[in-house]
Nanobody, 124 residues
Framework: VQLQASGGGLVQAGGSLRLSCAVSGRTLSNYGVGWFRQAPGKERELVSAISRSGGNTYYADSVKGRFTISRDNAKNMVFLQMSSLKPEDTAVYYC??????????????????WGQGTLVTVSS
């Protein structure tokens, strides 16, 4: 499975961005997907995750009410809509896929495949 994240960029605080994760090599519906981020000097953290069917989602407290994860299994795409962005959202964002669970996966070590990151910079 290959994952390709895109959609990062520079945005002012309060603005919005939509990240995309294109999945190839396997059928997306066989995988749970998570969005992670890593800011300079900090550990990688799970931002949001979605189950195989899309019926279950998870959001970190820091992004609840501002970020929305979705997936289009027919197009093999997963999205992260980010709104009301804050400078502290600045990080490299990664998407990852889990092959084992039918529900939302919140443990970093359980993800099997990772894409390269896309940089999100939020200016104040």
């Amino acid at each position: 499975v290959q994952l390709q994240a895109s959609g990062g960029g520079l945005v002012q605080a309060g603005g919005s961005l939509r990240l995309s994760c294109a999945v190839s090599g396997r059928t997306l519906s066989n995988y749970g997907v998570g969005w992670f981020r890593q800011a300079p000097g900090k550990e990688r953290e799970l931002v949001s995750a979605i189950s195989r069917s899309g019926g279950n989602t998870y959001y970190a407290d820091s992004v609840k009410g501002r970020f929305t994860i979705s997936r289009d299994n027919a197009k093999n795409m997963v999205f992260l809509q980010m709104s009301s962005l804050k400078p502290e959202d600045t990080a490299v964002y990664y998407c990852a896929a889990d092959k084992s669970s039918w529900t939302v996966v919140t443990t970093t070590a359980d993800y099997d495949y990772w894409g390269q990151g896309t940089l999100v910079t939020v200016s104040s």
